[in-house]
C-alpha cells in the first residue's frame, strides 16, 4: 500500500528557510514522481514542485523557481522540499503526493496519492 507521511511543517518569518520531508512507504521511488503541492487558505491546490526518479527530472512553479528545491533519497524514500527565502504568500497546506503510477507517471503531473498535509505559515 503506497503512503506517504509529511513532516517538518511550522511558521516562520519572511526571509527565513524551512524544510519539508515526505517519507513514502509501500514502493520504491525510482519508479515514481513525487511532488509538492499546497493549498493556500481559500485557494485550491496547486503543485509547487516535483521530481521524476527515473531521470531525475524538477519542475518547479514560478512561484517558487529560485527558492525552493525539491530532492530525494531513493534508499531511504524520502523526499525533501527545500524552502528558502519564504514569502507570506507561500503560507498554506503542502501535501507530498504521487504524480501517476508506474508506467503512468510524469512531472509535472496529476496527483494520485495524498499524504495528509503540514501547514506552512509565513509571516511578514
Known amino acids: 500500500q503506497v503512503q506517504l507521511v509529511e513532516s517538518g511543517g511550522g511558521s516562520a518569518q519572511s526571509g527565513e528557510s524551512l524544510r519539508l520531508s515526505c517519507e513514502a512507504s509501500?514502493?520504491?521511488?525510482?519508479?515514481?514522481?513525487i511532488g509538492w503541492f499546497r493549498q493556500a487558505p481559500g485557494k485550491g491546490r496547486e503543485e509547487v514542485a516535483c521530481?521524476?526518479?527515473?531521470?531525475?527530472?524538477?519542475h518547479y512553479d514560478d512561484s517558487v523557481k529560485g527558492r525552493f528545491v525539491i530532492f530525494g533519497n531513493r534508499n531511504d524514500n524520502i523526499v525533501t522540499l527545500q524552502m528558502n527565502g519564504l514569502k507570506p504568500e507561500d503560507t498554506g497546506e503542502y501535501y507530498c503526493?504521487?504524480?501517476?503510477?508506474?508506467?503512468?507517471?510524469?512531472?509535472?503531473?496529476?496527483?494520485?496519492?495524498w499524504g495528509q498535509g503540514t501547514p506552512i505559515s509565513v509571516s511578514e
Open positions: 503526493v504521487t504524480l501517476g503510477g508506474p508506467p503512468f507517471v510524469s512531472c509535472p503531473g496529476a496527483a494520485d496519492v
Open positions: 521530481i521524476r526518479f527515473n531521470d531525475g527530472k524538477t
Open positions: 509501500g514502493f520504491t521511488l525510482e519508479h515514481y514522481a
